[in-house]
């Protein structure tokens, strides 16, 4: 039985998962509410409907990025697939100042923050998910609407969409380490706990995250 706690033991582990993408934030620092109205008839590419969401939806080729952007100065940036291009999200942003302050829009360089970071991966062994939920803790199971165990992990702090092939998804994380930590103790306690299958109890569900 593995040991998280093994250097050796773990360091022999191999765990496969990749980073899918990475979600940041910025907040602008502003006198008054940015107009979305005049940002998203300026800004090519740019969409807004007040109706169906409060900010304007932008996207930048190069770097390729993604941004909500809010009223209040707040900005969400997505489309970066690794913890390192933290860099690219300044770039992006910076490129995106540039462009407000020629509508005359003042602003200052916003703190770039990470606060999600998004992986999929596949433990490569079957799964009985009647039996995880039944010894796992922290978990809730409802194959009638949906097909995967979630798993909300508490040390580290990370949630887990696990399904009986094996593949997985795992959110809530904002640094690459700690996800590797995550995975690593999610395969070790599904090994230890003896709860794989040798045939797939559920059809395969297959999710898709941009």
């Known amino acids: 039985m593995a040991d998280i706690n093994n250097f050796q033991e773990v360091n022999e582990i191999k765990l496969d998962y990749k980073i899918n993408?990475?979600?940041?934030?910025?907040?602008?620092?502003?006198?008054?509410?940015?107009?979305?109205v005049k940002i998203a008839r300026k800004l090519h590419d740019a969409k807004y409907r007040p109706e169906r969401f409060p900010g304007v939806v932008f996207r930048q080729d190069n770097p390729r990025a993604t941004f909500l952007i809010?009223?209040?100065?707040?900005?969400?940036?997505?489309?970066?697939?690794?913890?390192?291009?933290?860099?690219?999200?300044?770039?992006?942003?910076?490129?995106?100042?540039?462009?407000?302050?020629?509508?005359?829009?003042?602003?200052?360089?916003?703190?770039i923050v990470i606060v999600n970071i998004v992986a999929n991966g596949d433990l490569h062994t079957l799964i009985?998910?009647?039996k995880a939920v039944l010894l796992m803790k922290y978990?809730?199971?409802?194959p009638e609407v949906f097909p995967g165990l979630i798993y909300y992990?508490?040390?580290?702090?990370?949630?887990?969409?696990?399904?009986s092939t094996g593949k997985f998804v795992c959110t809530g994380i904002k640094e690459k380490k700690i996800l590797k930590k995550a995975v690593l103790k999610l395969k070790l306690e599904i090994?230890?706990?003896?709860?794989?299958?040798?045939?797939?109890?559920?059809?395969?569900?297959?999710?898709?995250f941009l």
Do not use: C, H, W
Request: glycine residues 4%; proline residues 2%.
């Open 70 to 111: 809010f009223s209040t100065g707040k900005m969400v940036v997505t489309g970066f697939k690794i913890a390192e291009d933290a860099e690219k999200a300044e770039k992006a942003v910076n490129q995106l100042l540039k462009k407000v302050k020629k509508m005359g829009i003042k602003t200052s360089n916003p703190e």
């Open 191 to 208: 090994n230890n706990m003896d709860v794989t299958s040798e045939k797939v109890i559920e059809d395969e569900f297959e999710l898709m």
């Open 128 to 130: 009985n998910l009647n």
């Open 153 to 163: 992990m508490k040390d580290p702090r990370a949630v887990f969409l696990l399904f």
């Open 139 to 142: 978990v809730m199971y409802e």
């Open 21 to 36: 993408t990475i979600v940041a934030t910025a907040e602008l620092d502003i006198i008054e509410k940015i107009d979305l």
